[in-house]
């Protein structure tokens, strides 16, 4: 039996790919890496969500050893054989009625090549839509009948053209009802062809969400919903990517704002019973709406019935943002949230109305207000698959100088000469050298036929939604800590049905690939190497940004020691800023830092000018401004400050600030 210590004496940080089946891969991973570093932080997109909240789940468990003894065998469950002889893997998969017949027709070449996969996928097709190719095949039916019954060669023509007729009817028979599919019932669930729920008539227990859910449980050890609270009280930190479609937007749950609405309807379609029972009881608290803005926010919720807050993210159920984070697009079914559009001039309207009413009545409650208004328009927003954006969000839990590593795992097929080994621990990589890793993966592909344009297309999509991500895996500080665990076509990604053959082949090249990170970190110098490389790249793109900062402050003519920052004679900038004031107090604070800074710069540049830049680790990091929503920040409760003020929670995008719609 592996021990898992109560009280690692080390703690580490974890990060895994999406890749659908490839979670397999995770579990032992996982357990390889908790044998040695108690887990803080924990996240992943996609498939890589299931298995960061199933390792959130199992080190939260009182019983740290029952947790990850449960996520040890959790790949042996997985392969277990349900009564009809299918795995639980492929079983967890399951269609409503309504999708099925396409469903049918999209999963049968899985896991074949070649002519039979095109065989599989027309018998699929066939299969699935049986109904359709029999009514596209009555006219060649007919005309084959009149033909056996004719005679001469005016019979032959006629059989001939029947079978044509018969098998092009069939064929476009199967169009008409793979488009009816495509257009009217993969919209209606969700976009998808799973809702992750039970199918009508299954069966079967186990479909993804109710089985994640149980699973859960398990590795927590506990009875009741798990939530993000108890994952916090555990001292553990769950984050995982989803991607708002509707505002081409990754987003990292859980967040902190109260803009969303969920209809309770439409989750019991996508969620246990006892999930969606949770959220309806744990709403966002709300101040007494006695200030503008807490009525305004009252009015909102009144305004939204039948739909009802999102939870914060103490409150909301781990599977929930699992779930919004593995809805692979076209597989599984999307999950829909609503939200008001402020920028639309009619929401705009109904601002301003609901100021001009509780002008004309100061003492009326918001429900009275949500009876006597016409409210906005609350508009779905479809939340699809984490890894859109982002499959490996290793920028999770960076910081300048960690204090503790974050290990990532990432998936990807063999290189271009390295052959699969039946020594499972040599079907993953790490860089053993600074230098090494520092090259992007290439993308081959023929230049003719079909196939050409297919592999084409694909690297632009590929292109497009990782390039993030691609350029953050070479870097140093990041490149030393990511284990690559190589696959072929055959295994993990959208191979439902992968035998138990398979699947113990990753599981076990996954264990290898962790042990790999525990040699360099545990028993190797590479803690002490990761951290030196993150203060040379830190400070390196520190020296860069310092002198850009000194370069347009002290550009003639630029206005900025205007602003701020404290001239020559020692007088203090006190002319009137256009926008964002700041009271006395802070302005003299801003100023003598500003200062502080400048002067910083200038010491900064003293020979060696290149003190810090020169050989420092490549390529080059760049220090950026990118949007708060991609940093993991928490709007936390703050003391008064020292006017007095009460601190203000910052609006989301879409809230009216002060009675005022956005421009």
Known sequence: MTDYPSRPERDCDILMKGGITSGVIYPRAVCELATQYGLRSVGGSSAGAIAAAAAAAAESNPSRQDGFERLERLPADITAKLPDGTAVLGGLFQPQRSTRPLYKAFTAGLGRSGPRRVVAIVWGALIGFFWWALAGAIPGAVLLVLGIIGEGLARWAAVIAAVVLLMTGAVAGIACGVLRSVSARLPANGFGLCSGMPGTGSGSPAALTPWLHSVLLELAGRESVLTFANLDAADVKLRMMTTNLTRRQPMRMPWFGREYFFCPDEFRALFPADVVDWMENHAPPL?????????????????????????????????????????????????????????????????????????????????????????????????????????????????????????????????????????????????????????????????????????????????????????????????????????????????????????????????????????????????????????????????????????????????????????????????????????????????????????????????????????????????????????????????????????????????????????
């Open 287 to 663: 101040p007494e709406p006695t200030s503008a803005r807490a009525w305004r926010s009252h009015l909102l919720r009144e305004q939204a019935k039948p739909r009802l807050p999102f939870p914060s993210p103490p409150d909301l159920p781990v599977v929930v943002a699992t779930r919004m984070s593995l809805s692979f697009p076209v597989l599984i079914a999307a999950v829909p949230l609503y939200a008001v559009d402020f920028t639309l001039q009619q929401n705009q309207d109904a601002v301003t109305a609901a100021a001009e009413w509780r002008r004309e009545h100061p003492n009326a409650s918001p429900a009275e207000a949500a009876a006597a208004l016409k409210g906005p328009e609350f508009e779905v927003n479809w939340f699809s698959d984490g890894g859109i954006a982002s499959n490996l969000p290793v920028h999770f839990f960076d910081t300048p100088l960690p204090t503790r590593p974050t290990f990532a795992i990432d998936l990807a097929p063999f290189p271009d000469g390295v052959d699969k080994d039946d020594d499972e621990s040599k079907n993953s990589g790490l860089p053993g050298a600074n230098q090494a890793g520092r090259h992007r993966r290439w993308s081959r592909w023929n230049r003719t036929g079909l196939g050409a344009m297919l592999a084409f297309g694909r690297s632009i999509v590929d292109t497009a939604r990782s390039w993030v991500d691609q350029s953050q895996l070479i870097m140093p500080g990041y490149r030393d800590r990511i284990v690559t665990i190589y696959h072929d076509k055959a295994e993990g990604g959208m191979n439902l049905n992968m035998d138990e053959q398979t699947v113990d082949r990753l599981v076990e090249r996954g264990q290898g690939g962790a042990a790999k990170l525990v040699d360099s970190f545990v028993y190797g110098d590479g803690w002490l190497n990761h951290r030196w490389i993150r203060f040379r790249t830190a400070t390196a793109g520190l020296d860069r940004w310092l002198a850009g900062f000194r370069s347009g402050y002290e550009t003639p003519g630029s206005g900025y020691p205007d602003l701020a920052g404290v001239d020559a004679a020692g007088n203090q900038a006190d002319g009137p800023v256009p926008s964002y004031p700041m009271t006395d107090g802070r302005r003299v604070a801003v100023n003598l830092r500003t200062a502080a800074l400048v002067k910083l710069t200038k010491q900064w540049s003293d020979p060696p000018t290149d003190a810090f830049t020169h050989k420092s680790p490549r390529p080059s990091p760049a220090l950026r401004l990118v949007p708060s929503d991609i940093l993991d920040r928490a709007r936390r409760p703050a003391a008064p400050d020292a006017d007095g003020e009460e601190p203000i929670e910052p609006p989301s995008d879409s809230e009216p600030v002060d009675g005022t719609p956005p421009n």
